[in-house]
């Protein structure tokens, strides 16, 4: 089955603990991101990645850092977290053509940060 | 940077009805989907609508590129189509997408 797979689903950390929300699609795309989804602000992208060893920042990337050393995976690192960084993050993938680069995502991680 | 903006933000529906949900954005764009995020938090893809119509069941989609607005139709709606609607952007150049706030439905039986 075609898919995004996100672990954890749920993490409850404490500030500063380093952490890693791991990323793997199945389905070759070039293109994956990671976003965070905060009440009343919609989906905000974080960062993005066009394939292996090359990426980009979105537009809130401060207090994050991501590797794409293989193709299917594109983990999240918190190196410091911090409370403002409690938030519902998602990862997606998408291919690169010219007429359909539908944007898949994963099911979500839920991340409190005390 | 791009500006995307969802209207209504709030709809409540009884089961059967129709609705149009609207999304505005400031810029021109090459890329532009509707997602729908059910209460479970799941999000998915509805469009990949850059321009033109299409239609998948009881939704249709219509982007008038050269207006910067999008259209997301549900017609004969059903419980089940309750949750977040959002609509994204990706702006010509970059590899950016940006969400609008979202149009949050709830179709009640």
């Known amino acids: 089955e075609a898919q995004v797979t996100q672990n954890p689903r749920y993490l409850i950390t404490v500030t500063g603990k380093k952490l890693t929300v791991t990323c793997s699609q199945n389905m070759n795309h070039e293109y994956m991101s990671w976003y965070r989804q905060d009440p009343g602000l919609g989906l905000r992208q974080i960062y993005y990645?066009?394939?292996?060893?090359?990426?980009d920042k979105g537009d809130v990337p401060e207090g994050y850092k991501v590797s794409r050393k293989e193709k299917r995976n594109f983990p999240l690192i918190l190196e410091s977290p911090s409370p403002n960084q409690t938030s519902l993050y998602f990862c997606?993938?998408?291919?690169?053509?010219?007429?359909?680069?539908?944007?898949?995502f994963g099911s979500g991680t839920q991340l409190s940060v005390l | 940077g791009i500006q995307v903006e969802q209207s209504p933000p709030d709809l409540i529906l009884q089961e059967g009805a129709n609705s149009t949900l609207r999304c505005n954005f400031s810029d021109s764009v090459n890329n532009l989907q509707w997602f729908h995020q059910n209460p479970w938090g799941q999000l998915i893809n509805l469009f990949y609508?850059?321009?033109g119509t299409k239609q998948n069941g009881r939704l249709s989609a219509t982007t008038v590129a050269t207006e910067r607005y999008s259209l997301l139709y549900i017609s004969s709606s059903q419980t089940t189509d309750s949750g977040v609607y959002f609509c994204?952007?990706?702006?010509?150049?970059?590899?950016?997408?940006?969400f609008g706030t979202g149009t949050r439905l709830k179709v009640l039986a």
């Open positions: 609508i850059p321009s």
């Open positions: 994204a952007v990706g702006s010509s150049g970059t590899y950016k997408y940006i």
């Open positions: 997606a993938s998408s291919l690169f053509t010219s007429t359909n680069e539908k944007l898949f």
């Open positions: 990645s066009m394939n292996v060893e090359v990426t």
